[in-house]
T-cell receptor, first 113, second 115 residues
Framework: AQSVTQLDSQVPVFEEAPVELRCNYS??????LFWYVQYPNQGLQLLLK??????LVESINGFEAEFNKSQTSFHLRKPSVHISDTAEYFC???????????FGKGTRLSVIA | EPEVTQTPSHQVTQMGQEVILRCVPI?????FYWYRQILGQKVEFLVS????????KSEIFDDQFSVERPDGSNFTLKIRSTKLEDSAMYFC?????????????FGPGTRLTVL
């Protein structure tokens, strides 16, 4: 069975500082990996995804994540965070197109002015 | 931009009562899901639905739960007799195509509180 571990439940960081949100997964087969973001009182929005090809994927708002098969990780990074990045971030995995997503517990990113 | 909508945003009910949570998926999407998140825990899969039938369900989705697409636009989750442990945020999601790795688009969720 697949599982996702997000080691940090809360990450406080000062504005303009770099941040890394960690995600590790376990799966015996090929995986597709996702990061979703949930802003207060909103639904889950896709931030970025890895399906195949380049192991480094980027979002339009400056986040990036790197698929590392040997370490079974898909950590999310941003070199300089903004107040508006304050949200809950969820890592998720699936191994085929229709099978449900398996989520981690989420990491609450709090950006401090 | 089209989005998944869910109503109500917050539902309070008494234990033992029936509740129906409503979702309107994006109009040309074919695959639908319900997930839930108990406070402080992971987002968990409940059920997926395609072509007017359940495609897959988790062990959480027992006989107290049912889903329906009654009119071609709504997608509902019914809990027949709610329990305290059903209190959670319930998310609906939809996906454009079958068999592809298209993104699942999520609604804002319905917070269900069972007293």
């Amino acid at each position: 069975a697949q599982s996702v571990t997000q080691l940090d439940s809360q990450v406080p960081v000062f504005e303009e500082a770099p941040v890394e949100l960690r995600c590790n997964y376990s799966s015996s087969v090929s995986v597709y990996l996702f990061w979703y973001v949930q802003y207060p009182n909103q639904g889950l929005q896709l931030l970025l995804k890895y399906l195949s090809g380049s192991t480094l994927v980027e979002s339009i708002n400056g986040f990036e994540a790197e698929f590392n098969k040997s370490q079974t990780s898909f950590h999310l990074r941003k070199p300089s965070v903004h107040i508006s990045d304050t949200a809950e971030y969820f890592c998720a995995v699936t191994n085929s197109g229709n099978t449900p997503l398996v989520f981690g517990k989420g990491t609450r990113l709090s950006v401090i002015a | 931009e089209p989005e998944v909508t869910q109503t109500p945003s917050h539902q309070v009910t008494q234990m033992g009562q029936e509740v129906i949570l409503r979702c309107v998926p994006i109009s040309n999407h074919l695959y639908f899901y319900w997930y839930r998140q108990i406070l402080g825990q992971k987002v968990e899969f409940l059920v997926s639905f395609y072509n007017n039938e359940i495609s897959e369900k988790s062990e959480i989705f027992d006989d107290q739960f049912s889903v329906e697409r009654p009119d071609g636009s709504n997608f509902t989750l019914k809990i027949r007799s709610t329990k305290l442990e059903d209190s959670a945020m319930y998310f609906c999601a939809s996906k454009p195509q079958v068999g592809s790795t298209d993104t699942q688009y999520f609604g804002p969720g319905t917070r269900l509180t069972v007293l």
